[in-house]
């Protein structure tokens, strides 16, 4: 069983930045593929960004593309989420998961172990 902590989330202006961690325990997630995701009021769970295990690769969705960085430090078993030029329509909680397949996955099945998550409001 692995627990995982989302912090970092908070209100800030359009245009700006916060930095995402998820802090995992019970058990070392540096051979699992990891991904966030986010959930906006009164619509369903999507996809943000995944890191593979194997050499790092990461995978965005194409909204955050070229905004939003994922990154790992194995040392310290957690995850990061760097989120730059930050939009009102990015608002939503954001939760990190444990990948369950070998392949990176973009599907909430994809994902066997989550975080309560953390809330994000973007004001315009």
């Known amino acids: 069983q692995v627990q995982l902590v989302e912090s970092g989330g908070g209100l800030v202006q359009a245009g700006g930045s916060l930095r995402l961690s998820c802090a995992a325990s019970g058990r070392t997630v540096s051979n699992y593929n990891m991904g966030w995701f986010r959930q906006a009021p009164g619509k369903v769970r999507e996809f943000v960004a995944a890191i593979s295990y194997v050499d790092s690769t990461t995978y965005y969705r194409d909204s955050v593309k070229g905004r939003f960085n994922i990154s790992r430090d194995n040392a310290k078993n957690t995850v990061y989420l760097q989120m730059n030029t930050l939009k009102p329509e990015d608002t939503a909680v954001y939760s990190c998961?444990?990948?369950?397949?070998?392949?990176?996955?973009?599907?909430?099945?994809?994902?066997?172990?989550w975080g309560l998550g953390t809330q994000v409001t973007v004001s315009s």
């Open positions: 998961a444990v990948g369950g397949t070998y392949y990176i996955g973009t599907r909430e099945y994809d994902y066997k172990y």
